[in-house]
């Protein structure tokens, strides 16, 4: 172990690839010693654990009504207390993670690879591609997310599926304009053309050469952006335009809650409280990543 | 000679904003526009109901011009919107225009009074911050920064209205002002703050704050979360550059090197922060409105939205995002004419 | 010029392999006399600057047996005290103007305000004095160049800013560290002279910073040799080219001169340095 850890710690490495894993090594260390890193990587993989083991971790199935204890406060047969349909709350809390994580990872997956072939594109090839990307970016990241989803929900309906279009029109502009950095940064570089020249197609480089050293600092700020989706799309169930009930979405479950909120205020509490937790998860997560993987930052 | 040449680069960066504000606005009623046709409700099904005869609908398609070209149909609606035309709420029926005249001073008024709190609070404790750099200052402001912006403000405005409404008793319900005073105002600018200020009606002004402030503390404490986070890394960044060093080589305080030397440079990004704080507001109105029933936008966009009223929706969608747009334009101009070395 | 004397001033810093010494046991005294210390890059030449003033901020360390400037002892000084010595009796200026002046204020306004900051000129008077200053140094159009912001200036102007604002208040020393080296060398040539008159015109005392040994011998009264934060030389600037010791001899060879015109240049022999100094 001592050698292993020499090697990662020499101060003349032989090797790129040494230097590299060197400096993750570096930047790990730092990551974990503090601790609300160590929280926010904690935090995620909680969020992500309940998610899949929600059936056996609430026990009871979140929306079986009981009216005869509606809106009763906690106990130890329903842990959080009930909401006014009499569905146990500690079972909708758990169950609430899939909408809130679904839609987080729908958002990520969609968003960030049209931002970075957008970027990635408008970088390399330059010239008219260029300006008309960017602007077409530029257009779109003066938008209002919110209020666009908002508006995109109402007119095509709730749902998920809609709610995850309408967050992801508006949160791929700043991968794209990530990608595009990094990629004027390298595009006149020595090994680019080398590949060039050496008859390696288009598309392989970009995707091969390029793309890998765009990662680091795209998959920082998507980790950050999730914990605002977070937001939004708590924010979208409140308003009712989200996952539809009787699912169990946090936002939509602190929006019933109101009507009730000065006598049984954990209805609404509660599950305000679990969207503060994901939201606060990702943003310690994202802090903690960008201190591994770009210091110079922290 | 130098006068004259300021001025034409002046004009030039301010036409070339003017563009990309013109195209960013026509971006938005692109996007919109597209939304709308997308949509699964047939419109002229609105308007003639589901019993019409066949050349009724096709009368209403025709005249709501519905068989002309995509574009054509863009350009009459630009040119609805640009004459003010923004249809008829099928909730209040009243034109959406008038509409948002009436409730529009509401949220400009929460959001600003919300703003200018943020930043008196929000920039010297990111000063505070960078200059403990890692100390326990810094920590707590980190912390406080980051539930700031991690909290759903729907749900703070709950629990800030079950503890200092309902438990603490320490501010006014929701709403803006008590029944009593609304309709003996005579001053009608809407904003309750001026109308009762130059009514001289201190009682009503009374009443108005301690409805305004508990909405405006929460919102200011979410905008001057990030405005303390991006003055501390701002600061930060200054504070590691030589002429920093030279303030101190002077015999500079510490205090008159933060504000009188740090400050002026980071002046630029710290007025496109505060505008993105304020836009984000504006925005996030729709959320908060309809917690504390503040008669603004938000609220008016929300109840469009449970009786399906698409075309206040739409409104109040292109209202607030039309003020984004605007303030990101302005941020950028300010940050351009705040830096010497541009002129 | 009061005396400063320095001995076994040891400045360090904390690093994820362990405390880094960078200034390690320098010592020196000095009077009215122009003192040159000559170092490559990370000898530790700026840092000793730095800790004369006391700006090596946490997590550096600065420890040193004494550190007495006319009989005040400056190792254990609060920020206050430290306030009236910086700008009004220890001046420094440093390489790039351009980085050194505040970006966003006039000239006028940042040369006024040391004056200001220590009132060791009468405020009605300041901004004559400004100009009458930078009018004495040699700018041509002292009105122009006072109302100029730092990067409409050019690199010899701007130094000539920043002399003018360390000397305003007429200090008894003056730190230059690296003056000229960002300058063309046709205008370093001037800002030398200019700086040199001024302080003998002003009795002060000059610790000129550089790794140029020209300009350190042709400059200077004193010269100090550092080496990875050791001084390893002192010899009198006439006297250099006598110096003995392998650094100080390796430096000199490595000036290129008409005399070595066709044969190639020597390089320093770190193994025969790093065997001496231990």
């Given at each position: 172990m001592t050698t292993l850890r020499t090697w990662l710690n020499d101060e003349a490495p032989a090797s790129a690839w040494q230097a590299r894993c060197g400096s993750y090594y570096r930047g790990l260390d730092r990551a974990l010693r503090s601790p609300m890193t160590l929280f926010g990587i904690a935090a995620v993989l909680l969020m992500i654990l309940v998610a899949i083991v929600a059936p056996w971790l609430a026990g009871i199935d979140p929306n079986v009504q009981d009216f005869t204890c509606r809106l009763s406060p906690p106990s130890s047969a329903h842990w959080l207390g009930t909401d006014q349909l009499g569905r146990d709350l500690w079972s909708r809390l758990i169950y609430g993670t899939r909408p809130t994580l679904l839609i987080v990872l729908l958002v990520a997956w969609l968003s960030a690879p049209m931002g970075l072939v957008v970027g990635i594109c408008a970088g390399y090839f330059g010239g008219w591609i260029n300006t008309v990307?960017?602007?077409?970016?530029?257009?779109?990241?003066?938008?209002?997310?919110?209020?666009?989803?908002?508006?995109?929900?109402?007119?095509?309906?709730?749902?998920?599926?809609?709610?995850?279009?309408?967050?992801?029109?508006?949160?791929?502009?700043?991968?794209?304009?990530?990608?595009?950095?990094?990629?004027?940064?390298?595009?006149?570089?020595?090994?680019?053309?080398?590949?060039?020249?050496?008859?390696?197609?288009?598309?392989?480089?970009?995707?091969?050469?390029?793309?890998?050293?765009?990662?680091?600092?795209?998959?920082?700020?998507?980790?950050?952006?999730?914990?605002?989706?977070?937001?939004?799309?708590?924010?979208?169930?409140?308003?009712?335009?989200?996952?539809?009930?009787?699912?169990?979405?946090?936002?939509?479950?602190?929006?019933?809650?109101?009507?009730?909120?000065?006598?049984?205020?954990?209805?609404?509490?509660?599950?305000?409280?679990?969207?503060?937790?994901?939201?606060?998860?990702?943003?310690?997560?994202?802090?903690?990543?960008?201190?591994?993987?770009?210091?110079?930052?922290? | 000679m130098k006068r004259w040449m300021f001025a034409r680069s002046l004009a030039r960066?301010?036409?070339?904003?003017?563009?990309?504000?013109?195209?960013?606005?026509?971006?938005?009623?692109?996007?919109?526009?597209?939304i709308q046709k997308a949509s699964p409700i047939d419109p002229v099904l609105r308007v003639v109901g589901d019993h019409a005869s066949p050349e009724a609908y096709h009368a209403v398609y025709v005249e709501m011009g519905m068989d002309r070209p995509l574009y054509v149909q863009f350009g009459r609606y630009l040119g609805k919107v640009s004459r003010g035309d923004l249809g008829v709420s099928t909730s209040t029926g009243r034109p959406v225009v008038e509409d948002l005249a009436q409730y529009f001073p509401a949220t400009v008024e929460l959001a600003t009074v919300a703003i200018v709190l943020g930043v008196l609070f929000g920039v010297p404790l990111g000063m505070w911050a960078a200059q403990r750099h890692n100390g326990k200052v810094d920590q707590y402001v980190r912390v406080l920064s980051l539930v700031g912006y991690s909290v759903p403000i729907f749900w703070m405005g709950l629990m800030g209205?079950?503890?200092?409404?309902?438990?603490?008793?320490?501010?006014?319900?929701?709403?803006?002002?008590?029944?009593?005073?609304?309709?003996?105002?005579?001053?009608?600018?809407?904003?309750?703050?001026?109308?009762?200020?130059?009514?001289?009606?201190?009682?009503?002004?009374?009443?108005?704050?301690?409805?305004?402030?508990?909405?405006?503390?929460?919102?200011?404490?979410?905008?001057?979360?990030?405005?303390?986070?991006?003055?501390?890394?701002?600061?930060?960044?200054?504070?590691?550059?030589?002429?920093?060093?030279?303030?101190?080589?002077?015999?500079?305080?510490?205090?008159?090197?933060?504000?009188?030397?740090?400050?002026?440079?980071?002046?630029?990004?710290?007025?496109?922060?505060?505008?993105?704080?304020y836009a984000t507001l504006l925005e996030g109105a729709v959320l908060t409105e309809s917690v504390f029933s503040w008669p603004g936008i938000g609220l008016y966009v929300t109840n469009a939205l449970f009786t399906a009223d698409v075309t206040a929706v739409l409104g109040g969608t292109l209202l607030i995002g039309f003020c984004f747009v605007a303030l990101n334009a302005v941020s950028d101009q300010f940050g351009y004419w705040l830096d010497p070395r541009v002129r | 010029m009061p005396e400063l004397i320095v001995e076994n001033l040891q400045v360090s810093f904390p690093t994820w392999r362990g405390d880094v010494t960078v200034v390690n046991r320098v010592g020196f005294e000095m009077r009215t006399e122009r003192l040159g210390i000559v170092g490559e890059s990370g000898s530790g030449k700026s840092l000793t600057a730095r800790a004369i003033l006391g700006l090596i901020?946490?997590?550096?360390?600065?420890?040193?047996?004494?550190?007495?400037?006319?009989?005040?002892?400056?190792?254990?000084?609060?920020?206050?005290?430290?306030?009236?010595?910086?700008?009004?009796?220890?001046?420094?200026?440093?390489?790039?103007?351009?980085?050194?002046?505040?970006?966003?204020?006039?000239?006028?306004?940042q040369i006024a305000e040391v004056a200001m900051l220590h009132d060791c000129v009468d405020r009605k008077q300041v901004h004559l004095r400004v100009l009458e200053m930078l009018a004495e140094v040699g700018v041509e159009d002292p009105i122009r160049v006072a109302n100029c912001y730092p990067h409409q200036l050019s690199g010899g102007l701007g130094q000539r800013v920043m002399i003018v604002a360390m000397l305003i208040n007429s200090p008894d020393l003056l730190i230059a560290d690296e003056p000229t080296s960002a300058l063309d060398v046709m205008v370093r040539g001037q800002v030398l002279q200019m700086m040199d008159r001024e302080i003998q015109r002003r009795g002060m005392g000059l610790i000129l910073i550089s790794h140029d040994l020209n300009t350190v011998a042709r400059y200077c009264d004193r010269v100090l040799i550092m080496y990875k934060g050791r001084i390893v030389e002192t010899c009198r600037a006439d006297r250099l080219f006598e110096a003995q010791h392998p650094y100080t001899r390796g430096l000199l060879a490595c000036l290129p001169s008409a005399a070595t015109r066709g044969q190639r240049l020597s390089v320093l022999d770190r193994a025969a340095i790093e065997a001496e100094a231990c």
């Open positions: 990307f960017m602007r077409v970016t530029d257009i779109f990241m003066a938008l209002p997310r919110l209020v666009l989803a908002l508006m995109f929900v109402a007119v095509m309906g709730p749902g998920i599926i809609n709610a995850v279009i309408a967050i992801t029109v508006t949160a791929w502009p700043p991968y794209a304009r990530l990608a595009r950095t990094e990629t004027l940064a390298i595009r006149n570089s020595d090994f680019l053309h080398a590949a060039r020249v050496a008859g390696i197609p288009t598309w392989r480089i970009l995707v091969g050469q390029v793309l890998p050293l765009c990662l680091p600092s795209t998959v920082i700020r998507v980790t950050l952006d999730m914990a605002g989706v977070i937001l939004t799309a708590a924010g979208l169930g409140f308003l009712g335009l989200g996952a539809q009930p009787p699912l169990a979405e946090w936002g939509a479950m602190v929006s019933t809650g109101r009507l009730y909120i000065f006598d049984q205020w954990w209805v609404a509490a509660v599950p305000g409280a679990a969207i503060l937790f994901g939201s606060l998860a990702f943003n310690l997560l994202g802090d903690g990543l960008r201190d591994v993987l770009d210091p110079k930052h922290a | 960066g301010a036409t070339r904003a003017l563009l990309t504000f013109a195209l960013t606005v026509v971006g938005l009623l692109l996007i919109t526009f597209l209205l079950l503890l200092f409404y309902a438990k603490l008793k320490l501010v006014a319900g929701p709403g803006r002002i008590d029944d009593i005073w609304k309709y003996t105002l005579q001053s009608s600018t809407n904003f309750m703050l001026i109308d009762t200020l130059r009514d001289r009606n201190w009682e009503a002004m009374r009443n108005a704050l301690s409805h305004l402030i508990l909405p405006a503390l929460l919102l200011a404490y979410m905008s001057m979360a990030y405005i303390a986070r991006m003055t501390r890394a701002f600061v930060l960044e200054e504070l590691g550059k030589e002429y920093v060093l030279f303030a101190r080589v002077k015999g500079a305080t510490e205090t008159r090197l933060l504000w009188l030397h740090v400050l002026p440079n980071i002046a630029a990004p710290l007025v496109t922060v505060i505008s993105l704080s | 901020r946490k997590p550096g360390r600065v420890t040193a047996d004494r550190m007495t400037f006319d009989g005040t002892d400056l190792a254990g000084l609060d920020e206050k005290r430290w306030r009236s010595i910086r700008g009004c009796r220890i001046g420094m200026i440093m390489q790039d103007p351009k980085y050194s002046l505040n970006p966003v204020k006039r000239v006028k306004d």
